[in-house]
């Protein structure tokens, strides 16, 4: 019994037939109304960059806005620190744990270069920023019974 050819051949591909026939041919993209925008902008913002070079600084306050006539453009920004390593999270705990190690084991000089790199890292430390490290060495609280006489309700 013979079964029906899965693939027929007039699915396949034919290699000779997927090569282009002569030679490649370019081309110029059609002109973007994005692009062109962008190259209208350019020089606007080159020659208000200019302008501020020129201005005296006093006269320019931009957290003052009360006696601006114009339009004010409000813009909220975030500051987001970046690590040397930001690979993963969990390279950052791995590194976090061999830190504490390296305290636990008594190595003050090993602790002393921790803080110097973190502090270059990540700034100044202060009482916002400020972040303890895990004391892994407390002990689990015991459970006691106390009164051993008195009878369970």
């Known amino acids: 019994m013979l079964l029906p050819d899965p693939c027929p051949s007039s699915l396949l591909l034919q290699k000779s037939s997927s090569r282009p026939r002569g030679p490649l041919e370019t081309f110029r993209p059609q002109p973007s109304a994005v692009l062109n925008s962008v190259k209208r902008f350019l020089p606007q913002l080159s020659a208000a960059n200019q302008q501020l070079q020129m201005a005296a600084p006093g006269q320019l306050d931009i957290q003052n806005l009360e006696d601006c006539d114009g339009p004010v453009i409000e813009m909220d ?13 969990s390279s950052d705990s791995s590194s976090e744990e061999e830190d504490d190690e390296e305290q636990d084991a008594g190595k003050v000089d090993g ?11 990540m700034g ?6 400020l972040r303890l490290a895990k004391d892994s060495r407390r002990k689990k ?8 006489d008195q009878p369970r309700r």
């Open 141 to 148: 609280p015991k459970i006691e019974e106390l009164g051993g």
């Open 77 to 89: 920004l975030a500051l987001i620190p970046t690590c040397e390593d930001s690979s993963s999270s």
């Open 111 to 121: 602790a002393d270069q921790s803080e110097d790199r973190d502090t270059a890292m």
């Open 124 to 129: 100044e430390v202060t009482e916002h920023n």
